[in-house]
C-alpha cells in the first residue's frame, strides 16, 4: 500500500469518527428527553426489556467484519453512558445534602440548639436501671450545666440473654428525673408501633447502629414531631448513612443529628474504630449537625477523653459518652462507661480543652 493511500484511508476513518460522534451526540440528546418523560411518568430508568430488543434488532441487522460479542460490547458501553447521562439530569439532589440545603439545620430540644456553632454533650448511662440510678447521674449532669440526658430503656443486645431494658418503665423513669431536674431525654426506639408511645416521654428519638437501616423505623420517625438522632449502622458507609437521614427528612422530618459511632474494621484494639474523618465529611456532605459517640466507639474508658477531644476539634456539634454511678455492676456496657467522678474529670478537660480552641 502506498504512503498516499494510507493516509486516504486514515482519512476516511476520521470522516467516519466525526459522523459517529455527531450521531452519538443526536442520541445524547434523544436519550435525556426519554430520561424527562420517564421522571413525569415515575418510570425506572434501566429499562433491561428495552435493552434486550435493541441489541437483537442491531445483531439481526448486523453483517460486518467485528465479532457479534464486540458489537455487543461497543452498544453495552453506549446503553450504560446512556444512563449515566439520565442519572444526572434525573437524580433528585438529597433533601439532607448541602446542595439542596446550604445553611446548616439546627436541631432545637426545648430549646437547647445542636448545630449552632455551640458545641454541647449528651450524657447518661447506657441503661436505665433504676430511677436511683438516673437521678444520681443526672445530678452530676447538672453540675456541669448539661441539659440533654442519655439512657436506653429498649437495649438492643448482642446475645438475647443478655438485659434488654427496662421498656416503657425506663421511659417513665427517664421522664421523670428529666421533669424532676429540668433536662432533655434521648433515648433509642427499636421498632416503629413503640414510636407513638415514646413520643409521651422522649425529648429526642435515637435510631441506634443495628437500626439504621430499619427503613420502616427510620420512615416512622420521618412522620413525628421529634428530633431524631441517627447513629451510623455497624458498617455502614457514609453515603448509606447519609441515605438513611434521607429517609427520615423524605417523611417530612429534618430535625435529625448525625452521630459517628464507629465502625467495624480489623482493628481489635477498640470495640469499633472511631472515623473521625466523617464528622468533617457528614458536615460537607450534609446540612446536619453531626455528633460523635466516644463509648460505642472506642469501647475503652481510657480512649474517651482523647477521642471526645478529637471530636470538638474535628468540629462535632455535640458528643456523647456513658456514664453509670457504678460502672462495675452495670447492666451493660461495663468497661466503658464512667463513674462519677470520672465524668466529672471528663467534664472539666473538656471545657478546658474547647477553651482553648477559641
Ligand atoms: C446506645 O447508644 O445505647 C447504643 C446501643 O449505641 P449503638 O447503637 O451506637 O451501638
Ligand atoms: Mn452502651
Known sequence: MSENQLAKLREQVDQINLQILELLNERGKIVQAIGEEKKKHGTNRFDPVRERESLDLLLKNYDGPYTEATIKHLFKQIFKASLELQKIDYEKTLLVSRKAHPENTVVNINGETVGDGVQRFVMGPCAVESYEQVREVALALKEHGLTLMRGGAYKPRTSPYDFQGLGVEGLKILRQVADELELSVITEIVTPQDVELALDYVDVIQVGARNMQNFELLKTVGTVK???????????????????????????????????????????????????????????????????????????????????????????????????????VALSDSLQQMDIPQFHDFMNELNAFKERLV
Open 226 to 328: 421529634k428530633p431524631v438522632l441517627l447513629k451510623r449502622g455497624l458498617s455502614a458507609t457514609i453515603s448509606e448513612f447519609i441515605n438513611a437521614a434521607e429517609y427520615i427528612m423524605a417523611g417530612g422530618n429534618d430535625q435529625i443529628i448525625l452521630c459517628e459511632r464507629g465502625i467495624r474494621t480489623y482493628e481489635r484494639a477498640t470495640r469499633n474504630t472511631l472515623d473521625i474523618s466523617a464528622v468533617p465529611i457528614l458536615k460537607k456532605e450534609t446540612h446536619l449537625p453531626v455528633a460523635v459517640d466516644v463509648t460505642h466507639s472506642t469501647g475503652r474508658r481510657d480512649l474517651l477523653l482523647p477521642t471526645a477531644k478529637a471530636a470538638l476539634a474535628i468540629g462535632a456539634d455535640l458528643v456523647m459518652a456513658e456514664v453509670h454511678p457504678d460502672p462495675a
